[in-house]
T-cell receptor, first 112, second 112 residues
Framework: GENVEQHPSTLSVQEGDSAVIKCTYSDSASNYFPWYKQELGKGPQLIIDIRSNVGEKKDQRIAVTLNKTAKHFSLHITETQPEDSAVYFCAMYTNTGNQFYFGTGTSLTVIP | EAQVTQNPRYLITVTGKKLTVTCSQNMNHEYMSWYRQDPGLGLRQIYYSMNVEVTDKGDVPEGYKVSRKEKRNFPLILESPSPNQTSLYFC???????????FGSGTQLSVL
């Protein structure tokens, strides 16, 4: 199957600092790139997404950037708060196989 | 309330004893899918369904079966569970195939 590489696997930041998580992919047929947040004991929840015809999208403290040429996309969280602590997954949807592929996750800890 | 409901939440069974994990959504979504989550591997797609009576294999389908007789239900069947199927399972649905996924709360399965 297709591969999505996600880095870093763990990330600790001080409250108020920014956090950046990066993902790379290889399938040129990928056209939808969502990011999910998973809190302990719960299912993943979408926090932001971007389609292949857009380079950047922002929603308050969260932003996603996409570089289709280089095949990578990133999640940016500014002014981090303790409640941002969770596991974050990047994902991509590809028309090759009509399915989603997920990164391996980043465990973010925001230190008060 | 719009949701994806999975049951049971926790399941302990023995090798070879057939089991079914149920999944139901109340949002009239066309696309439904099953994932397993293992440490360090992220979420991997087991099976997906584009609509009623249309199912297809994901990346890790071996040992699993699904059916989609009604739009709202998408059960996951393990005919003869083995210990390597011990995992956290998630059902998810979306209005269409490359749109936001809504996840259930998960089923923690242990096969002894």
């Amino acid at each position: 199957g297709e591969n999505v590489e996600q880095h870093p696997s763990t990330l600790s930041v001080q409250e108020g600092d920014s956090a950046v998580i990066k993902c790379t992919y290889s399938d040129s047929a990928s056209n939808y790139f969502p990011w999910y947040k998973q809190e302990l004991g719960k299912g993943p929840q979408l926090i932001i997404d971007i389609r292949s015809n857009v380079g950047e999208k922002k929603d308050q403290r969260i932003a996603v950037t996409l570089n289709k040429t280089a095949k990578h996309f990133s999640l940016h969280i500014t002014e981090t708060q303790p409640e941002d602590s969770a596991v974050y997954f990047c994902a991509m949807y590809t028309n090759t196989g009509n399915q989603f592929y997920f990164g391996t996750g980043t465990s973010l800890t925001v230190i008060p | 309330e719009a949701q994806v409901t999975q049951n049971p939440r926790y399941l302990i069974t023995v090798t070879g004893k057939k089991l079914t994990v149920t999944c139901s959504q109340n949002m009239n979504h066309e696309y439904m899918s099953w994932y397993r989550q293992d440490p360090g591997l992220g979420l991997r797609q087991i099976y997906y369904s584009m609509n009623v009576e249309v199912t297809d294999k994901g990346d890790v389908p071996e040992g699993y079966k699904v059916s989609r007789k009604e739009k709202r239900n998408f059960p996951l069947i393990l005919e003869s569970p083995s210990p390597n199927q011990t995992s956290l399972y998630f059902c998810a649905s979306s209005f269409r195939r490359n749109e936001k996924l809504f996840f259930g709360s998960g089923t923690q399965l242990s096969v002894l």
